[in-house]
């Protein structure tokens, strides 16, 4: 694959990055982030108009207004009628609708489908609210069925005439406006704060999931391309590697065989650790798709860094090794810290080209063994 074509496949790849630096929710916190019982949840608690919250029933009528707007039904009831919701609810064959609840002129069902596929019966679901409402000899109520769910679309609509599909964004949009009045009118409480949180959660998810999607269509689309990018990532440094192992063992001040280490540290990107036998030093080289998330790595010259070398000297009684490590390389030094026993000094690679992250393995391995070793041959 051409270069010129590589590089603007990854011009075009970063449309697609998806950056998590979001702020989070409570709901990222304590409810394992999209899980669909923790959401329905908290969602029946809003729809309750006598819970505590105090905002009586605002999140009903959001869901009312939609579906008002959507199927053209007028809706009418009175708020003192509005029975609290059920979670969860078993049919006779033992299936579960989600959330039901309702009043004295209708009875809803709401499905609630984040992630999974919408594989519900909602016929036995029909069934099963009529049998309700034929069963309450002391109302007249209408059915209302809602699938609540990314992006509002039932499957197989024509099979399912009656349910009524409403998207996470439509439902965020219709109660921040109702919020708004109800700022007007009512105390600010700590429940209008989770609720407002719960509405950036599902905002969130709508967000993380319309990426993924683009990403999934960019990478299917160009999957040779991308096969062809990172083949080519791999090779260059498998190249950079044996080049320094030849320069090394070339070289007239290691005598001694080196030693290296295969692992893949971060997302299967490569990590080379070099070593000499009966040596407490190791150099490394590794990869990371940002320097700034290091978690010790708090010095703004990690910042957009992709390469680092990294040094390892274990502790062992008596002697200076460390202090004169640490001396000798101050100057690239961005990161040292001790973690079992163990010291460790990082910078990041200044000069990404072969010669120049060759020029700095070589010059540090070599100055490592005469810190340790001293000139000439050692045993």
Same mark, same amino acid.
């Given at each position: 694959?051409? #270069?010129?074509?590589?590089?603007?496949?990854?011009?075009?790849?970063?449309?697609?990055?998806?950056?998590?630096?979001?702020?989070?929710?409570?709901?990222?916190?304590?409810?394992?982030?999209?899980?669909?019982?923790?959401?329905?949840?908290?969602?029946?608690?809003?729809?309750?108009?006598?819970?505590?919250?105090?905002?009586?029933?605002?999140?009903?009528?959001?869901? #009312?207004?939609?579906?008002?707007?959507?199927? &053209?039904?007028?809706?009418?009831?009175?708020?003192?009628?509005?029975?609290?919701?059920?979670?969860?609810?078993?049919?006779?064959?033992?299936?579960?609708?989600?959330?039901?609840?309702?009043?004295?002129?209708?009875?809803?069902?709401?499905?609630?489908?984040?992630?999974?596929?919408?594989?519900?019966?909602?016929?036995?679901?029909?069934?099963?609210?009529?049998?309700?409402?034929?069963?309450?000899?002391?109302?007249?109520?209408?059915?209302?069925?809602?699938?609540? /769910?990314?992006?509002?679309?039932?499957?197989?609509?024509?099979?399912?005439?009656?349910?009524?599909?409403?998207?996470?964004?439509?439902?965020?949009?219709?109660?921040?406006?109702?919020?708004?009045?109800?700022?007007?009118?009512?105390?600010?409480?700590?429940?209008?704060?989770?609720?407002?949180? @719960?509405?950036?959660?599902?905002?969130?998810?709508?967000?993380?999931?319309?990426?993924?999607?683009?990403?999934?269509?960019?990478?299917?689309?160009?999957?040779?391309?991308?096969?062809?990018?990172?083949?080519?990532?791999?090779?260059?440094?498998?190249? #950079?590697?044996?080049?320094?192992?030849?320069?090394?063992?070339?070289?007239?001040?290691?005598?001694?065989?080196?030693?290296?280490?295969?692992?893949?540290?971060?997302?299967?990107?490569?990590?080379?650790?070099?070593?000499?036998?009966? /040596?407490?030093?190791?150099?490394?080289? @590794?990869?990371?798709?940002?320097?700034?998330? @290091?978690?010790?790595?708090?010095?703004?010259?990690?910042?957009?860094?992709?390469?680092?070398?990294?040094?390892?000297?274990?502790?062992?009684?008596? &002697?200076?090794?460390?202090?004169?490590?640490?001396?000798?390389?101050?100057?690239?030094?961005?990161?040292?810290?001790?973690?079992?026993?163990?010291?460790?000094?990082?910078?990041?690679?200044?000069?990404?080209?072969?010669?120049?992250?060759?020029?700095?393995?070589?010059?540090?391995?070599?100055? #490592?063994?005469?810190?340790?070793?001293?000139? &000439? /041959?050692?045993?």
């Amino acid at each position: 694959m051409e #270069l010129t074509k590589i590089k603007a496949l990854l011009n075009k790849a970063t449309a697609y990055h998806y950056d998590n630096n979001r702020e989070s929710t409570l709901f990222d916190i304590g409810m394992r982030g999209h899980f669909e019982n923790p959401t329905t949840e908290v969602l029946a608690f809003f729809c309750n108009a006598k819970a505590e919250h105090g905002m009586g029933a605002l999140v009903v009528d959001s869901f #009312l207004t939609i579906i008002a707007n959507k199927t &053209g039904k007028t809706i009418p009831y009175e708020e003192n009628s509005l029975t609290p919701p059920q979670r969860e609810v078993s049919t006779e064959s033992g299936k579960r609708i989600d959330l039901m609840f309702g009043s004295d002129t209708w009875l809803m069902a709401i499905e609630n489908k984040i992630y999974h596929t919408q594989a519900n019966p909602f016929k036995e679901y029909e069934s099963f609210i009529h049998q309700q409402i034929k069963n309450d000899s002391f109302t007249q109520q209408e059915p209302l069925f809602v699938l609540l /769910s990314p992006d509002g679309k039932v499957t197989q609509a024509e099979k399912h005439k009656e349910w009524c599909g409403i998207s996470y964004p439509e439902l965020v949009t219709e109660i921040k406006s109702r919020l708004k009045d109800h700022f007007y009118d009512q105390p600010f409480n700590k429940w209008v704060i989770i609720l407002k949180d @719960f509405l950036l959660h599902l905002e969130n998810m709508m967000t993380k999931n319309k990426i993924n999607s683009e990403q999934e269509k960019f990478v299917f689309e160009n999957i040779s391309g991308i096969s062809k990018t990172w083949e080519l990532l791999i090779n260059s440094f498998s190249e #950079l590697d044996k080049q320094f192992i030849k320069q090394i063992k070339g070289s007239e001040e290691v005598s001694a065989d080196i030693r290296v280490k295969y692992q893949h540290w971060f997302q299967k990107l490569p990590t080379f650790i070099y070593s000499v036998p009966n /040596s407490q030093i190791e150099l490394v080289l @590794f990869m990371i798709n940002d320097g700034a998330s @290091f978690k010790k790595a708090n010095d703004t010259r990690n910042e957009n860094k992709s390469i680092f070398i990294q040094i390892h000297i274990a502790k062992k009684e008596g &002697g200076d090794l460390h202090d004169r490590v640490q001396e000798e390389f101050k100057g690239k030094s961005v990161n040292t810290w001790w973690e079992k026993n163990k010291l460790y000094i990082r910078w990041p690679a200044q000069e990404l080209t072969t010669e120049g992250l060759l020029k700095d393995l070589t010059e540090s391995f070599i100055k #490592l063994n005469q810190i340790e070793f001293g000139s &000439g /041959s050692y045993e």
